[in-house]
């Protein structure tokens, strides 16, 4: 009997790291499948274990693995919920309320490890704190993110192209700090401004991240606070890529 519970244990355990990479993949409904499969031979284990310190490990196994499958089969039916329609924000010339965190943050999920900014211009120093801001809202958000990337173009001046590297370098080293990395391509040839999240989400934004009117000074409110800055007047569409596929293949 021994044999035949270390022999499903053994089993249970190679096709619950399947799913664990099928996870870390993406590929989530089948490793949902996985995961449902490890728990049903996790419980075989359970039923045939007497001693009760392994009954615990096991059964607490049983429930992070369930935790887990759960939490995937939320995200994809949302995901799959995502895919039929689109939202717009319109942002009014010196509206407030707009910070990061109000207009990105339930974008933020579990599933959330890379972002894509593309925009031309993060060049100068106001340009660039708006971008620190943002990353500051994804090392907040609780989300996994190890990677974000920055595609963006260079100013004509030489010594305008050396500030702008060596603040986003920077910058760089700062994220490698909260184990996130930075990697910055320059393109000169940009001209869209977009944001893409790989757990599906594509934000395209007119003005990109310069949403945000200058303030009289640093010491006036709303410089540290972006929901309380007044911002220009900008349209941001919001889609998932479920969407986009739809209305590219008609």
């Known amino acids: 009997m021994a044999d035949k519970i270390a022999g499903v244990e053994a089993a249970a355990k190679k096709v619950l790291t399947r799913a664990v990479e099928l996870d870390a993949s993406r590929r989530f409904d089948e490793s949902v499948?996985?995961?449902?499969?490890?728990?049903?031979?996790?419980?075989e284990v359970l039923k045939g274990t007497s001693e009760q310190t392994k009954k615990n490990a096991v059964r607490k196994k049983v429930e992070e693995y369930m935790g887990r499958a759960e939490q995937i089969k939320v995200h994809v039916h949302e995901v799959k919920e995502a895919g039929k329609s689109h939202e717009q924000i319109q942002i009014e010339e010196y509206s407030?309320?707009?910070?990061?965190?109000?207009?990105?943050?339930?974008?933020?999920?579990?599933?959330?490890?890379?972002?894509?900014?593309?925009?031309?211009?993060?060049?100068?120093?106001?340009?660039?704190?708006?971008?620190?801001?943002?990353?500051?809202?994804?090392?907040?958000?609780?989300?996994?993110v190890n990677t974000i990337r920055l595609f963006t173009g260079r100013d004509e001046n030489e010594d305008s192209r050396k500030q702008q590297h060596n603040k986003l370098a920077q910058m760089t080293k700062s994220l490698q700090n909260h184990k996130i990395q930075l990697a910055v391509e320059y393109n000169d040839a940009l001209h869209d401004r977009e944001i893409r999240f790989n757990n599906g989400w594509v934000l395209k934004i007119g003005r990109g991240l310069d949403i945000y009117k200058a303030t009289e000074s640093k010491f006036t409110v709303?410089?540290?606070?972006?929901?309380?800055?007044?911002?220009?007047?900008?349209?941001?569409?919001?889609?998932?890529?479920?969407?986009l596929h739809k209305t590219e293949n008609g």
Not at 33 to 43: A, D, F, K, R, S
Not at 102 to 110: A, Q
């Open 222 to 243: 709303g410089f540290c606070d972006f929901d309380l800055r007044p911002c220009h007047k900008t349209t941001i569409d919001i889609f998932h890529t479920n969407y």
């Open 33 to 43: 499948v996985c995961y449902q499969e490890g728990i049903h031979l996790l419980m």
């Open 96 to 144: 407030t309320g707009h910070g990061f965190e109000s207009l990105f943050g339930k974008y933020l999920d579990g599933f959330l490890t890379e972002v894509q900014i593309e925009d031309p211009y993060i060049r100068t120093t106001h340009q660039i704190y708006n971008f620190l801001r943002f990353c500051e809202m994804l090392v907040k958000s609780g989300s996994p």
